[in-house]
């Protein structure tokens, strides 16, 4: 990435910040290969939604899943016989996505907010409880990415605007979550955080700051809630085959295989896999796991 090249300001895809930190940033191609899925697991098949399945009759909270990771997770605990409400900023794609997942048999509905805002939040989660009584399940999944810079050439409102979106939105989140779960006896929560929450990539200081602030007050929350019958997570992608990422590689002539090659798995991650890590930490079977960072880099944090 040669931030140089990039137009001041002009925000680009939050997954960027993986080509940098695989090492492939020069790499660059004509076009988007036709085999883009090459080294990608395919998308599971949509299939009928379970009344019966592992989260029947339980709410659950999702902000920005109006695409990517956010609607699949969405659309899987839907299938799994959940409650869904879920927030956005792009209204169209909101209610598309909500009456997609009520005719396929399932539960959701769709508010319009903006993480950013701190009575968006409030109403959100207000909204959730005066409709459906409970939340049971938050998944605090709204982000962005930046211009990348170096440190001394970030401008503050670039900076400001990614912490805002990416940490002060979970905080928000977490701050009416947890009243409402500690009044009801319990719940479990799970942000959004990042490889970059965990290596310096050069250029990225800020959404790297944004991310490790993520996990910090993700660890804090669950300490602090351990006694309420609360368990606050995180998971930390590397590079999911999402819009985003599809613009992203588009904007740098760059395609699928030649990025993964820098990967430990040699492929992309697909938002079903990431919903499928959302879920476990929100299921019967992660009941003594808090306050962890779940990687899900494909073990990519491992070198």
Do not use: W
């Not at 605990?77 to 396929?104: P, S, W």
């Not at 990415?145 to 805002?164: G, S």
């Not at 790297?208 to 300490?223: E, F, P, Q, R």
């Amino acid at each position: 990435m040669n931030s140089e090249n990039q137009t001041p300001n002009k925000r680009v895809s939050r997954r960027r910040i993986l080509i940098a930190g695989a090492s492939v940033a020069g790499v660059a191609a004509t076009t988007i290969a036709s085999r883009a899925q090459a080294n990608t697991q395919k998308p599971v098949p949509q299939t009928a939604t379970n009344s019966n399945g592992r989260f029947a009759g339980k709410v659950v909270l999702i902000t920005g899943a109006t695409s990517g990771i956010g609607e699949a997770t969405a659309r899987a605990f839907a299938k799994e016989g959940a409650i869904v409400h879920f927030c956005g900023r792009r209204e169209a794609l909101g209610n598309k996505i909500a009456q997609e997942i009520t005719a396929q048999g399932g539960r959701a509905s769709y508010q319009k907010a903006d993480v950013r805002i701190e009575q968006d939040v409030k109403s959100f989660v207000e909204t959730c409880v005066q409709k459906y009584g409970r939340i049971d399940i938050a998944f605090n999944n709204a982000g962005i990415f930046m211009t990348p810079a170096e440190v001394h050439k970030i401008p503050l409102d670039n900076f400001m605007d990614i912490i805002t979106t990416n940490t002060v939105g979970e905080f928000l989140c977490m701050k009416y979550e947890i009243p409402q779960m500690r009044q009801q006896g319990g719940g479990s929560i799970i942000n959004m955080a990042s490889v970059a929450g965990h290596i310096g990539f050069k250029t990225t200081a800020h959404y790297n700051a944004s991310k490790h602030g993520v996990i910090g007050l993700t660890k804090a929350a669950a300490v602090e809630n351990s006694d309420y019958n609360i368990r606050i997570n995180s998971i930390s992608p590397l590079a999911v085959d999402t819009p985003q990422l599809r613009e992203s590689f588009a904007f740098q002539k760059l395609t699928y295989e030649q990025a993964a090659k820098g990967f430990v798995t040699k492929r992309i991650m697909t938002p079903h896999e990431m919903a499928e890590a959302v879920m476990f930490l929100a299921s019967n079977a992660a009941t003594s796991v808090t306050g962890m960072d779940l990687d899900v880099t494909g073990g990519q944090l491992a070198t």
